[in-house]
């Protein structure tokens, strides 16, 4: 059954005017035929009016063939085609637009009997694209590529081509999406035939989380066509790993890092001794078996050392299994050669006690430059990673030193040994911290003293310093003369004092910290410096202290990566992608402070060059939804195009059967004008056959 026929070129239909020529002529050579009186055979007058009668027939007959045959031309040539019917031979020549949407998310690396879901889909694609013919137009859409912008082209070559070196996307897909694109672009066309396949695996996530405002009715309306292919076929078994964390904040050659990895079991079976394994630089560094319970996930702690320093590339991996995309995950941590230390001291009272300790870890660790005051001004902040202040006079830079911090690097205040008040308050207010009240005690009298009160253990300098049973035992220092300093809820206090005074105060401010001691490093304000804390506190603060937060070791692919351009120092960057591809950027330091980069698309480590140098390492992660593999069945689709306001008509193609007939069946644009002209052709045969007869009839008539 067909719902209505069209023409496709309804402006020919004028012509039909035409039918009227025959009709005219016949009634212009109409023509009485001649009396003829027979004497003698009088029985020949019956047997001439039933010739004249056989002939009027066969003119009349004329005249319907005749008008019958300018009609069909007419039809012919307006090229009539037929709505939902498909004939054999018929379907060809109606101009078709193809939007082809593929799914390339990682859940279609599946493997069925057919190949995978995603092979499967561009094999389909394919059969569509080569059976297009001339004046036909098709565009690729992917559902994962966040950057695309298809355009429809004949060149269907190119297309296949690009079928063919597309590769899974670790980007999250997004369906509503794509398909408002492919709307938009079969509603350029003209052509008859407006059609858009959608080939996926109706994993539920494609689906929109929140509820859908969009109105494409216009777009998707009474003329376009749906084709949706579902993939899909098996049930799936997957674990993934889901969640690479980093326990340490603290990172240090051949010392241990903890990693907590968890571990998702997306499948309907238990998981029993499990293997994880955790690379370090792609060198195994450490495995641990794990059990995980269908649907539940568990968290893995497993450490490890590293041997190296610098940017550190961490890989947490399982076996395998139906999805092999989301066995790993990624994390980067950076472990500090010579950390690049700064001591502005105006005398070296205030610096002397501070230099000693930061010389007991050599200076293969900590490489630091003592500066006064006065030459701050002409100093390169950035080349440094942690900054102690033990002086005063900063007043007129203070502002470079705020900035210093903001940008991500660190700062230590210690009042210096004659420390002035007034102007430690004005430092104190220009680096949003509170200011202090006063002094107490007296400088060099150690007949009032006070002592630690409270400590934060938990803080990460206190990691690996003491033996877990002598943390409460720490001995004291006798402070004697201090600054009253409180954190006012500004920050956290890692040491108070008997008196409520806080000692060590830590704070946050862009992306940088501050530690604030309310204590000169001199034995005139108390002997803090002579206690065998000193030292390694010291030197653990300037490790954590030169720890960068990485926000964007959690980016998820696809996502865009913020390139900070404090430390770069030349007009070009490189980024090398986890496929070691290259993309070059120019920039301009001058107006630029940071770089976006947006081709995130597969899940690795993109490494961030100036010049040779590695300046930073980003960790990049698949979408976990992408695990889980819960499929959506033909009404859940049905109610989303029903949101949409879809007006077209869908149609449920079963990758089981022929795709090319069920798509040959439901096409739009049958065209008729070869049968029309066929028939056409076969009447003008039978016309010119009748107009020879009726002329011998009417000559024995005459004669």
């Known amino acids: 059954m067909f719902e209505y026929m069209t023409f496709l070129n309804p402006a020919v239909l004028i012509g039909l005017l035409a039918a009227a020529i025959p009709v005219i002529i016949h009634l212009l050579n109409l023509r009485k035929l001649k009396k003829i009186e027979f004497s003698t055979l009088a029985f020949l007058k019956e047997l001439q009016k039933n010739k004249i009668r056989k002939i009027k ?105 690009e079928l063919n070196q597309k590769e899974i996307s670790f980007t999250k897909p997004d369906l509503n999406k794509v398909i408002t694109l492919a709307a938009q672009l079969v509603n350029r066309s003209n052509n008859f035939n407006r059609e858009i396949y959608l080939f996926t695996d109706f994993q539920k996530n494609i689906f929109p989380s929140e509820e859908i405002k969009s109105d494409l009715s216009e777009l998707l309306n009474e003329n376009i066509k749906l084709y949706s292919f579902s993939l899909s076929d098996k049930t799936v078994f997957n674990l993934g790993v889901d969640e690479l964390k980093v326990n340490n904040q603290i990172f240090e050659k051949d010392k241990p890092i903890t990693f907590l990895v968890s571990v998702s079991n997306y499948s309907q079976q238990n998981v029993q001794n499990g293997v994880l394994s955790l690379f370090l630089n792609g060198k195994r560094a450490a495995q641990k078996s794990f059990d995980a319970d269908a649907g539940k996930s568990v968290v893995v702690d497993v450490d490890a050392l590293s041997d190296a320093t610098g940017f550190i590339d961490v890989a947490a991996e399982i076996e395998t299994d139906d999805i092999e995309q989301d066995n790993r995950r990624f ?64 007043f007129q830079n203070i502002e470079k030193l705020n900035q210093f911090v903001k940008d991500g690097g660190s700062l230590v205040v210690i009042p210096s040994v004659n420390a002035d008040l007034n102007k430690l308050n004005s430092n104190l207010q220009k680096l949003n911290l509170p200011l202090a009240s006063g002094y107490a005690g007296k400088m060099n009298d150690k007949s009032l003293s006070v002592q630690f009160d409270k400590i934060e253990f938990n803080h990460p300098i206190f990691l690996n310093l003491f033996r877990k049973d002598d943390k409460k035992n720490i001995e004291s220092p006798l402070i004697n003369y201090f600054i009253k300093y409180s954190t006012q809820g500004k920050g ?197 056959t009748i107009a020879r007869n009726v002329k011998k009839d009417l000559e024995g008539i005459n004669n």
């Not at 004329?62 to 009539?80: C, E, G, N, S």
């Not at 037929?82 to 379907?91: D, V």
């Not at 998310?105 to 297009?132: H, P, T, W």
């Open 57 to 161: 027939i066969k003119q009349w007959l004329l005249l319907v063939l005749r008008v019958l045959i300018v009609l069909l031309i007419v039809f012919a040539f307006a090229r009539p085609a037929l709505r939902g019917l498909s004939i054999a031979g018929t379907t060809s020549a109606a101009k078709t637009t193809a939007v082809l949407i593929i799914d390339d998310s990682f859940s279609m690396s599946v493997l069925s009997q057919r190949g995978s879901y995603f092979n499967q889909a561009k094999d389909f694609a394919k059969q569509i694209i080569e059976q297009l013919k001339e004046g036909d137009e098709a565009a690729l859409i992917f559902m994962s590529d966040e950057n695309q912008q298809p355009k429809l082209t004949n060149n269907f070559n190119s297309l296949i081509e």
């Open 331 to 394: 994390n980067s941590v950076f472990i500090p050669d010579k950390i690049p230390t700064l001591i502005i001291s105006d005398e070296s009272a205030s610096s002397r006690f501070l230099k000693l300790a930061l010389q007991t870890v050599g200076n293969d660790k900590i490489k630091f430059d003592e500066k006064n005051s006065n030459q701050l001004a002409a100093l390169q902040l950035k080349n440094y990673d942690v900054i102690f202040l033990c002086s005063d006079n900063v």
């Open 492 to 688: 956290s206090s890692i040491i108070t004092l008997t008196e409520g005074s806080s000692f060590l105060s830590e704070y946050k401010l862009g992306k940088g910290k501050i530690f604030f001691f309310n204590t000169a490093f001199d034995a005139g304000w108390s002997n803090f410096a002579l206690k065998t804390i000193f030292a390694p506190l010291v030197v653990k603060m300037v490790f954590y202290l030169s720890q960068k937060e990485n926000l964007q070791n959690n980016l998820i692919a696809g996502e865009t990566i913020s390139i900070d351009l404090n430390k770069i120092n030349s007009a070009q960057i490189k980024v090398v992608r986890p496929d070691s591809s290259a993309d070059f950027i120019n920039i301009d330091l001058v107006n630029q402070k940071f770089v976006e980069y947006t081709n995130t698309d597969l899940a690795g480590f993109y490494k961030i060059f100036s010049g040779n140098e590695l300046i930073d390492n980003i960790a990049v992660n698949n979408e976990k939804s992408e695990s889980n593999p819960v499929y959506a069945d033909e009404k859940d689709f049905e109610k989303y195009l029903e949101q949409l306001n879809f007006k077209g008509n869908l149609i449920v193609v079963d990758k089981n059967k022929n795709p090319l007939e069920t798509i040959n069946q439901a096409r739009f644009g049958s065209e008729l004008w070869r049968a029309f002209l066929l028939i056409a052709i076969i009447l003008a045969v039978i016309e010119m």
